[in-house]
């Protein structure tokens, strides 16, 4: 017994060891998040600290055998914390956020080309005495420049190893991760000594000595053969920057951008939709009919290919913005869209999660991290989900089809419509709300513009692997849940035939005599949704969607999109008896009469379906995720009843005018 | 304060950062990226936003932030 208990010891032992952690920093654009992806590949995983909504992403490598935590922070410009991002990396280092010591070592990542701005952020964090390597990054950009930097200088100069490398070409990897080993353990020159050089605590503007200093290294190491030039980056900059070309400059990499994730996406999107009916088919051939079999296979596989779907597009949008930020577009894009953007209360970065929203509202949201000030980006927020997002379209292309049937031009310009009526309505109500509830200036824009550099495709393939893992990570279990529980809502209680009012009777007989089984199925679906619990909730409802133009299925189906909007197209197709083929959808709902023998897929009803869809936010799993990302129910809560109220009496407006404008003329 | 503000000066124009009339914080973000006294610094673009270069580096700059920023220009 005794043996058994000792031969356990080691492996008890060797749980409660921790891994030592290795904190990677640097400037943005210093390559940090590059030399991530290649030191780790897609290993890592994305975590957030307690009470903090900033994502980082960390891994295990291993040095000599031994597993170490590599953490990637957000790149900083100082230890001031003047953004989330900077405050996050700031905390860390210090030690406020996760272990109390901080970080066991520091990977400290400088652009070699850009070494004195780098210098001044690497000055705060050799100060801090912690051991430190120093990864000196995109060298070879350096030596095509000309610079030839002195590492033996800097390491003398830094008090810490200097590894010149280029983390995109691999260049020096092995060399960076072997003096990696040797500092941890500590068999090299440990604590930095730089800070005798800086002056931090002057009474004058420490940024101002820290400067002197790293521009005064810069010349004691860096030889510059070609001397002063002007940069092709300032002439591409004169015109992307530029007041007219700037923008449709602007226009044009975003219509691209549209594009590939419109045109593109479809080919993956049409695949994996064939992928899962077709595995909702294989299912529903080897289970027995029955609850069980109808929870799998529209429950669960509808409800989590409902969600997959949109993964390719999101794919491609996490892809086109990496390329952009890695070619240094994005900085521009930001800078030509401030003037604009400002005027109506948003910092010009906000373009990217409103780009990233007309796919899909929660890597929005995900992305508006972008936005530093905490007012600019809750604003910015606030307007996301009016974005006409993807899940919108099969609403808008089915209103279309019943409003313009054939009318391909006329269709057209609905949907066209639709968007910038979309754009226009958010613009205007970001305006309203910086004048109201979120009074205050909007910060004012200072970027820097990196220089241009031609994007990496393995970068971006990692980083939109990476975020789109994070999209169903964040999404995924909120979507499902709610799926499942709108089938229940959907499918109980089950009436059987027998129990059905008389004129259903009648109607599932007739249907049998002229259309055989398939014809009795449809309509039995039919009569048992309308006695279902959300048909139940429909005809509840119904009343307060009357001045809408809606009938109670058209009821039922705005309560169930609230799972995912275009769920409502396969409600209706269930509730007006089109059976489970959304081919025969138009067909049903333009027939479609109420209890008085009228149409309800009148022109008005149709324009306020449309209207109250552009701007109502039926989508549960972005309210989930922005109370992830905000850390509060309040302006969830506020957002989801602003958005209702402006859908309702939009539509209801539409519906009025366009119903008496018919009668009129 | 002295000296002209960035905001007036034409592109191509080099100065040494003098002083801001600046609140601490917006202060404090445009000296973390190298536009602190005695610094030397460049319009490159004029215009709202404009463009400067300093330390190596170029930013971009809203112009209201850039008329608070006062420069010693060189003769």
């Known amino acids: 017994m005794t043996e058994a208990t000792s031969l356990l010891l080691p492996v008890i032992e060797s749980s409660v060891n921790e891994p030592m952690t290795i904190a990677l920093v640097g400037n943005p654009n210093a390559g940090k998040t590059t030399l991530f992806n290649v030191m780790t590949g897609l290993r890592s995983k994305t975590a957030n600290y307690p009470g903090t909504t900033i994502d980082h992403r960390q891994s295990t490598i291993v040095l000599d055998g031994t597993p170490h935590q590599l953490i990637d922070l957000p790149g900083a410009y100082s230890l001031e914390g003047l953004s989330p991002e900077e405050e996050v990396t700031r905390d860390v280092l210090l030690g406020k956020l996760g272990a109390k010591e901080g970080p066991d070592a520091i990977l400290l990542v400088l652009d070699a080309t850009h070494l004195t701005r780098n210098l001044v952020f690497a000055s705060q964090v050799l100060e801090l005495g912690k051991p430190t390597l120093v990864a000196l990054n995109m060298i070879d950009e350096a030596e095509r420049d000309g610079l030839q930097i002195d590492i033996e200088q800097l390491q003398a100069e830094l008090g810490c190893d200097v590894v010149s490398i280029s983390a995109r070409y691999g260049r ?398 396969s409600t209706l197709a269930v509730l007006y008896g089109a059976g489970d083929e959304e081919s025969g959808l138009l067909g049903s709902l333009q027939q479609a009469t109420n209890v008085h023998g009228e149409r309800i897929f009148t022109v008005p009803t149709c324009l306020s379906l449309l209207i109250f869809y552009i701007f109502a936010m039926q989508c549960f799993p972005t309210l989930v995720v922005i109370r992830k990302e905000l850390k509060t129910w309040s302006w969830p809560a506020f957002q989801f009843g602003y958005m209702t109220l402006l859908a309702y009496v939009s539509a209801w407006v539409t519906f009025q005018v366009s119903s008496y404008l018919i009668e009129r003329y | 304060m002295n000296g002209r503000s960035l905001a007036d000066l034409p592109a191509k124009t080099r100065g040494t950062v003098a002083g801001f009339e600046l609140p601490d914080d917006e202060s404090l973000r445009v000296r973390t990226l190298g536009v602190c006294p005695g610094m030397q610094v460049e319009v490159v673009q004029n215009g709202d936003p404009l463009i400067l270069s300093t330390a190596g580096t170029r930013i971009g700059i809203a112009r209201r932030i850039a008329a608070c920023v006062f420069v010693d220009t060189e003769h």
């Open chain 1, 172 to 569: 020096n990897l092995d060399a960076l991760t072997q003096r990696l080993g040797a500092l941890m353990r500590r068999e090299s020159k440990a604590a930095p000594c730089a800070s005798a050089a800086v002056c931090g605590g002057c009474g004058g503007c420490q940024y101002a000595s820290r400067y002197r200093w790293a521009s005064d290294l810069t010349h004691r190491s860096v030889q510059d053969s070609f001397g002063e030039r002007t940069r092709v980056g300032e002439s591409i900059d004169r015109f992307v920057t530029h007041r007219w070309f700037g923008l449709g400059c602007f226009a044009l990499l975003m219509a691209f951008t549209f594009i590939l994730i419109f045109w593109l996406a479809a080919f993956p999107m049409e695949f994996l939709d064939s992928m899962f009916a077709l595995s909702a088919q294989w299912v529903g051939a080897w289970l027995p009919e029955g609850n069980l079999q109808s929870l799998i296979t529209e429950g669960l596989i509808g409800g989590v290919g409902g969600m997959l779907v949109f993964l390719p597009q999101i794919f491609i949008l996490f892809f086109m913005i990496t390329l952009l930020e890695d070619s240094g577009y994005l900085a521009r894009a930001a800078f030509v869209m401030d003037r604009l953007m400002y005027r109506v209360g948003l910092p010009g970065k906000a373009f990217v999660p409103l780009l990233a929203a007309h796919a899909c509202a929660i890597p929005a949201v995900m992305t508006s991290r972008v936005i530093d000030d905490r007012r600019d980006r809750l604003s910015t927020i606030l307007i996301i989900p009016l974005m006409t997002c993807s899940a919108r379209l099969p609403v808008f292309a089915m209103v279309v089809a019943l409003i313009f049937p054939g009318n391909a031009l006329m269709a057209g310009l609905t949907f066209a419509g639709a968007y910038a009526f979309a754009i226009i309505a958010a613009l205007l109500i970001s305006f309203v709300f910086r004048r109201t509830i979120l009074p205050g200036k909007t910060k004012a824009l200072v970027i820097e513009l990196p220089p241009y550099r031609v994007p990496s495709l393995r970068n971006a393939l990692t980083t939109s692997i990476d975020q789109s893992w994070l999209f169903i990570y964040k999404a995924g279990t909120t979507i499902l849940v709610f799926s499942l529980i709108l089938w229940f809502l959907a499918t109980f209680p089950k009436t059987e035939p027998g129990a059905l009012p008389p004129v259903w009777q009648d109607r599932l007989a007739q249907a049998e005599q002229t259309g055989g089984t398939e014809a009795y199925q449809i309509a039995l679906a039919q009569a048992q949704s309308e006695y279902s619990i959300a048909g139940r909730m429909g005809k509840f409802i119904q009343p307060i969607f009357a001045p809408l133009g809606f009938d109670w299925r058209l009821s039922v189906g705005v309560i169930n999109s609230f799972a995912a909007r275009e769920v409502i197209v």
